[in-house]
């Protein structure tokens, strides 16, 4: 995913709208691609606010599901009496799948042969995984009762039936009452945690694949602004009780009515995105030179190679802006070629023969987890500081409704139905999703100044300094747990998060442009090792899977032996801390 961005940014560096010979390459692939038996020129034009907002809406529906399953599917596990150990054990299913499943889909939707194109019809499959979770997290529990479990033993549910059952026993919150619903419910939960968190990966790519070079920059802002705007609003939609509407009455509950209205808005944007655009089939790009992206290598040859002609497009800025609009002129153009620059045509195969050989093969199981136990010093402390981090950054983002619902307003997920503890609880829940509703918010404005703010402070500090008040934030969080510390410090949240999708890619494509790896008295030393920068960021974004299957082990017994939520806190604090030290040892280029 990020190692397209990466990449894509690199080339849209090298292009310009004011560059003749970049316009000339775009309009003359833009042309032949009308030309086809379908009309793919809209791959090598810019795009309108609108087409960008289209292909971007992907985002915002994923992050609506991920903002449901984060506020809700702990509390859920909760009451139908499941630990916390065991809670945040069934939390690493998905991150042990995804460790492993998720290079290879990259794979397979670089080398897909479907006529529906290469992007889409992986974005199709993990939508249905995502539709199937939004279904079964908040309605395992009723399909249980369906199956045959014994849900709430309302005969004994508290005092007022006489009963001196403890609250646990009273509200039947235990496994053996609802043995279909949690694995029903888990089962739900794997399938929307694995596949939101996969399915970034091929809609970013069908959005770069969709863009030209110079504007991929503003349409990754597009896509991260949206991204934010998803989890705001999701969040949001969570803080509501919706009970007290007549839309929650109808859709039997807060729960319930929640991921109905992220269900619809999750199919409504996934219809948006994958209606935008068609894409070029792979047989077609692999058999036509003019029907590939206009990467950086194909730039840099062209330069290189055709000087004479770049000076005399560049000395004919009229017959230029003809081109654009008169086919006339373009075949002018194209006879001044054929006629003064015969071998230009014998260049360019030769030129795909070599693009060919120097692309960067699809990433394999094998080389990615050979890359992984073979790395440089720089990439191995990079990835170490972002494992920190984003075990820091999970455990918040897992467990904080939890959190809020026991440590700040003292509920009890396991309380009787319709208990002042559980009502408690629900409120807090609720109250939590404001919180990480203002968290979403805060992380798309840092993704927007954290540039500039590289500009005025360096790279270091920048990256460093998030990690800290993140830190510092949950600590105070932790020992002072307030309905105003929850609202004000979601907002570290929401930097570290910004941090962690913008700095750790940034540092890895400095490397690879700058083939710097290893810096020795000021020198750089040359990598002996072949390292790709697509498999080296895919490593980089693995640090999640494996940062969530430790936080779900160990979170857990955590909690038990400390007998508080707020150990969540000071976990993260902990970590983020960790992950700040080791960012002292990162190579900054």
Sequence with gaps: MVGVTADSSQA???????????????????????????????????????ELFRLSAIAMAIEFAYAAETSFVSPILLQIGIDHKHMTMAWGLSPLIGF???????????????????????????SLGILCGLILVPYGKNLGVWLGDVGHNHTSAGPEHGSDA???VESGASPANFKYAAILTILGMVLLDFDADTCQTPARTYLLDMCVPEEQPKALTMFTLFAGFGGTIGYAIGGIDWETTQIGAVLGGNIPTVFSLVTIIFVVCYLITVTTFREIPLQLIEGDELL????????????????????????????ELQMADDPKANNALQGYQNSYLPSIKAKSKLQDVETQSEAEPPVSLRAYLKSIFIMPYSMRMLALTNLFCWMGHVTYCLYFTDFVGEAVFHGDPTAPPNSAPLLLYEEGVRFGCWGMSIYAFSCSIYSLSVTKLMKWFGTKAVYISGMIYYGVGMLILGLWPTKWGVLVFSTSAGILYGTLFTMPFILVANYHAKNCFSVRNGETVPLKQARGLGTDV??????????????SVSVGPLVAWMETTCAILYASTFLSFAAAIAAMFVLYV
């Design 12 to 50: 849209a560096q090298l292009s310009s709208a004011k560059n003749p010979m970049i316009k000339y390459m775009l309009k003359q692939r833009e042309n032949h691609a009308r030309d086809q038996d379908a009309d793919y020129s809209h791959v090598f034009r810019r795009k309108t606010r609108f």
């Design 100 to 126: 492993f499943v998720s290079p290879l889909l990259g794979s397979i939707s670089d080398r897909c042969k479907l006529r529906w194109g290469r992007r889409r019809p992986i974005i199709s499959l993990l």
């Design 166 to 168: 403890s609250p646990g």
């Design 292 to 319: 590939r992206p206009l990467s950086e290598a194909a730039i840099k040859k062209e330069l290189k190679k055709n000087n004479n002609a770049i000076y005399y497009i560049q000395e004919t800025t009229t017959l």
């Design 538 to 551: 895919a490593i980089i974004s693995s640090m999640v899977f494996i940062a969530q299957l430790i936080v």
